[in-house]
């Protein structure tokens, strides 16, 4: 059978009275049905007390004698379209800074082996993804595809984060103006952007910001499948929008934490809001089983993902150490980066539960004198948008445009998850209680569960792997935030909170601001093509720092058309289907009759050659000489000259006799 209109948010024209208008979808349904109300919102007895439920329905939603219809009419025309400022300038707040800078800082290693999966052949980056970062698969065969569109420069590589930050931003809007009004999804979408490390992944060549995208989405997409919970299209694009956050990401599966808190409470409904029931009142659409459908069929895309990832996890995070409770405490200032910024959103976090109860206690003891269209700030519903065509908390706002558009709070199941306007003012607290639960599930939920598994043999709990938990966070303080009159005081504070992160979103741009380590790939590659020669050789180490891949950093930022040969390279890494490259077991074996060659090695020792393996070094010794040195940051250029006569020839008879 279908949904009855109150759930569906597609109810009967309200400027058509008729036994069956009820826009608000308020009415108790066994009450009768006044002709000259159509919205049943008169007490039956005029002279009914303060108390009645009646007249409480007639403060909550504001509508007065005669101009009733008029007013209602109006506000649902209104409510159509979601103002695009309240989702724009976030937007573009978060693509400016992801972009300003982005080619600055040097790639580092994770961003080195994004380029060089990218760059292989389709057939020996799937035969790659075998045997180490399975769980990266989606983000390698994506980034391939842009990197054949696009280019490997930098940029390029950055550019789909910058793009998957901007728009988790407007995700991150749309979320919070559904469940707490325009206001707060600006203010929120604004603190997403402006949060220093936001702008720091938008510029990193990894899944992160793209993840955050994900999550942020399929947030948004529950929210609208459960305005609408008959709507098995909007249950089909929740569960592509979860299929992508596991193929993303696997740890971003435990965002279904805060997924399952929202669904259940919908399911239930919230006790004291007329027209909201549970399940058993909504025939013929069981939500839990719409949800729990659409979990299980988006997380099997990710099944062979998680088979793959858990016997590929010892070698690729076995580096990251069980946490204690001081790990745990020290987790928050880096999940924001910024410790000002991190407490500054925790604490408006707060604020948001504090103020909710706050509100619907004023609420509760303002009585039936509330004017028309006053909300529980005790100012006009209006305000929330700052006079933006759009609606208050919970008026019942569409972020799409026309009929067919899911309902915002205060209208259909979730109506739970506004601000109880439009609901009896007693259903308030519970009403906000109820979204704010699923926010905070959001955003603390995830980072608890991964502290808890990750005391056994690999460690999970790793900040970067929880970024999806900030527009969470940055809805909650939205919602504490939107209060904050008038628009200039509020825009000072933004502004302030900017001005304050200036200095860590100005560090997130300097060379080497990506590294745990500095590395100046592209200066060693700068040195090199300088003083280039036709037939040239080179010499990485690939030592006990091979992870810092000084060979694919140079590679990387030198010309496409200089490419010397890697005198003691055996197999590259795509070769070997592996990450790492395979060297020659006898050096000296390797050398040709290259008369130059150059050494890339780390920083750190007078001699360079004392940087190689001893049985590479040995080799090089007895039939080259350092001509000139360049030390850079983190790595060391020098230029090795073949030595001519008997001493060439007698020193390398030795290392042949060593070798031997």
């Known amino acids: 059978m279908g949904t009855p209109a109150s759930v569906r948010g597609n109810g009967p024209d309200p400027a058509r009275p008729g036994p069956t208008a009820d826009p608000a979808g308020l009415r108790d349904s066994a009450a009768p049905t006044d002709p000259t109300d159509p919205a049943g919102l008169a007490p039956a007895d005029p002279a009914a007390p303060a108390g009645h439920p009646a007249v409480r329905r007639r403060s909550a939603v504001g509508v007065g004698a005669g101009a009733g219809a008029a007013r209602s009419t109006a506000a649902r025309a209104s409510h159509r379209r979601l103002p695009a400022g309240t989702w724009l300038w976030p937007g573009l707040l978060a693509f400016v800074l992801g972009l300003y800078g982005a080619g600055g800082p040097q790639l580092w290693e994770d961003e080195l082996n994004s380029w060089d999966m990218a760059t292989r052949s389709t057939g020996r980056l799937l035969e790659t993804l075998q045997n180490v970062d399975a769980v990266l698969a989606a983000y390698y065969l994506l980034l391939h595809t842009w990197t054949a569109l696009f280019g490997d420069s930098d940029l390029a590589l950055r550019l789909p984060s910058v793009l998957a930050a901007a728009g988790a931003a407007v995700c991150t809007a ?298 969470a966070w940055a809805v909650l303080a939205g919602a504490a935030l939107r209060t904050v009159r008038p628009r200039a005081v509020l825009a000072v504070l933004l502004a302030g909170l900017a001005l304050l992160t200036l200095p860590e979103q100005r560090a997130l741009r300097e060379p080497y601001a990506h590294f745990w380590h500095g590395v100046d790939y592209r200066g060693a590659a700068a040195a090199i093509e300088k003083y280039h020669r036709p037939g040239d050789a080179v010499v990485y180490d690939r030592g006990d720092d091979y992870w810092r891949l000084l060979d694919a950093g140079v590679r990387h930022y030198l010309p496409d058309g200089l490419r010397p040969r890697d005198v003691f390279l055996a197999r590259s890494a795509a070769d070997r289907a592996d990450l790492w490259a395979s060297e020659c077991p006898v050096p000296a074996r390797c050398l040709r009759d290259e008369p130059r060659i150059w050494l890339v090695v780390p920083a750190g020792e007078a001699d360079p050659l004392q940087a190689l393996p001893p049985a590479q070094a040995r080799a090089l010794r007895a039939h080259y000489t350092a001509t000139g040195t360049e030390r850079l940051t983190g790595v060391t250029v020098a230029l090795l000259v073949r030595k001519t006569g008997r001493t060439a020839e007698v020193a390398g008879e030795r290392t042949g006799e060593e070798e031997r």
């Open 174 to 471: 749309l979320i919070g103006a559904r469940l707490a009004g325009p206001r707060a999804g600006r203010v929120a979408g604004l603190l997403f952007a402006l949060t220093p490390v936001v702008s720091r992944y938008a510029q990193e060549a990894r899944p992160y910001a793209l993840v955050v995208l994900a999550v942020a989405l399929a947030t948004l997409l529950l929210l609208r499948a459960l305005d609408r919970p008959d709507g098995k299209g909007r249950w089909a694009a929740y569960a592509l929008a979860l299929s992508a956050v596991g193929l993303l990401h696997l740890v971003a599966l435990t965002a279904l934490a805060g997924h399952v808190v929202a669904a259940a409470v919908a399911a239930k409904g919230i006790k004291g809001i007329k027209g909201v029931k549970g399940v058993k009142g909504v025939k013929g659409c069981p939500v839990l089983l719409y949800f729990g459908a659409a979990v299980l069929t988006g997380t099997a895309a990710a099944a062979p993902v998680l088979a793959l990832g858990r016997s590929q996890a010892g070698r690729q995070i076995s580096w990251i150490p069980s946490p204690d409770l001081w790990g745990l405490a020290a987790f928050w200032p880096q999940l924001f980066g910024s410790a000002l910024t991190g407490g500054a959103v925790m604490a408006l976090a707060a604020l948001a539960w504090t103020g909710r109860q706050g509100r619907a206690s004023r609420t509760a003891g303002a009585g039936a004198g509330a004017g028309v269209g006053a909300d529980a700030d005790g100012g006009d519903a209006r305000s929330d948008s700052d006079s933006d065509s759009g609606s208050g908390p919970g008026s019942g706002f569409r972020s799409g445009s026309g009929p067919g558009s899911g309902p915002g709070p205060g209208s259909g199941l979730w109506s739970g998850f506004g601000s109880g306007f439009g609901s009896s003012p007693s259903a308030g607290a519970g009403a906000d209680r109820a979204w704010l639960s699923a926010m905070t599930a959001s955003a603390v939920a995830p980072p608890l569960i991964l502290w808890a598994v990750s005391h056994g043999d690999v460690s999970y709990f790793y900040f970067r792997y929880l970024l999806f938990t900030l527009p």
